[in-house]
């Protein structure tokens, strides 16, 4: 795998090649871990870990030590389950998140990622609250090879739209329906409100496999606190991280999973329509130290 512009083996490569582990070996690597945005808990935590296993595996060599690192961060990644439940017909996914994450360019990447697996999908633009959003959604969605169901009219009512695309997807044979939704009301009560009314009524109809929560990685847990009212209310079951290329935030992705208690599902990492991936800790923890 080419190496990403978010990895670690960039700092960590001059560490590696050392003719051995000594006391600034450790300091490096503490520094590199909070340099790639794990946050200091988690990259103390995970340095006295490693400390623990050099000792107890007696060995100088760096080499051993970055294979220990790789081991050791793919056993965190994988205490959260990254699957995608998208087994029902229709599936159903939510995709909730503030305005300006990347949400509505993150459907087009996802609906496109299902094509992919020969996944038959339609969107629902029920963020009918901002005039530009269907529109823009709308470009996307047929970018990404999907269908669209738009409001029938200037601001109807959004759980209108949801409930008109579940038909849709019933009345058409349709295996996947992504609702876009509100990023941002008035009120915050009036937001979480709303996505409670689309919910019922969805699920009058359908039972929802998903509830996605986009995020900013480059905002750090700034993200997090701004999603902490769809975390919540929403009923989230999967995180989306957009925007991990050209930083070093790869940590972000344990770090937002040991603060929400949430698995990270899928990574933006570019803004063409390809790239968005599922999330693999093998792979991810590779990409990351090699």
Not at 67 to 77: G, K, S, V, W
Not at 238 to 267: C, M
Request: hydrophobic share 40%; aromatic share 6%; net charge negative.
């Amino acid at each position: 795998m080419a190496e990403s512009p978010w990895s670690l083996g960039r700092a960590l490569r001059g560490m590696f090649v050392k003719p051995t582990i000594d006391e600034t070996t450790w300091d490096d690597l503490e520094t590199a871990l909070i340099t790639a945005d794990f946050g200091p808990d988690i990259s103390e935590r995970i340095v006295d870990e490693l400390r623990a296993k050099v000792e107890r595996y007696r060995t100088t060599d760096p080499k051993d030590l970055q294979r220990m690192l790789r081991e050791t961060l793919e056993e965190h990644f994988a205490k959260f389950d990254s699957t995608l439940h998208l087994s029902e017909r229709p599936a159903v996914v939510l995709v909730v998140g503030v305005n300006g994450v990347g949400k509505t360019t993150t459907i087009g990447k996802f609906a496109a990622y299902l094509r992919r697996f020969q996944r038959s999908v339609v969107v629902g633009a029920a963020d009918t609250f901002r005039a530009a959003a269907v529109d823009q959604l709308a470009t996307w969605a047929e970018r990404g090879g999907a269908a669209i169901v738009r409001p029938q009219h200037e601001g109807q009512d959004p759980a209108s739209v949801a409930y008109q695309t579940i038909e849709h997807a019933i009345r058409t044979g349709t295996e996947i329906v992504l609702v876009d939704t509100a990023g941002r009301l008035h009120t915050k009560g009036g937001l979480m409100d709303e996505l409670t009314k689309i919910r019922r009524v969805i699920e009058k109809r359908a039972p929802i496999s998903e509830v996605l929560l986009v995020l900013d990685a480059t905002t750090g847990q700034n993200g997090v606190m701004q999603a902490e009212a769809f975390l919540e209310h929403a009923g989230v079951t999967g995180l989306v991280l957009t925007k991990l290329d050209g930083s070093a935030r790869g940590g972000f992705v344990l770090a937002v999973q040991e603060r929400t208690g949430i698995p990270v599902k899928l990574l933006g990492q570019g803004e063409g329509i390809g790239d968005l991936t599922g999330f693999t800790p093998h792979v991810f923890a590779s990409a990351l130290v090699d």
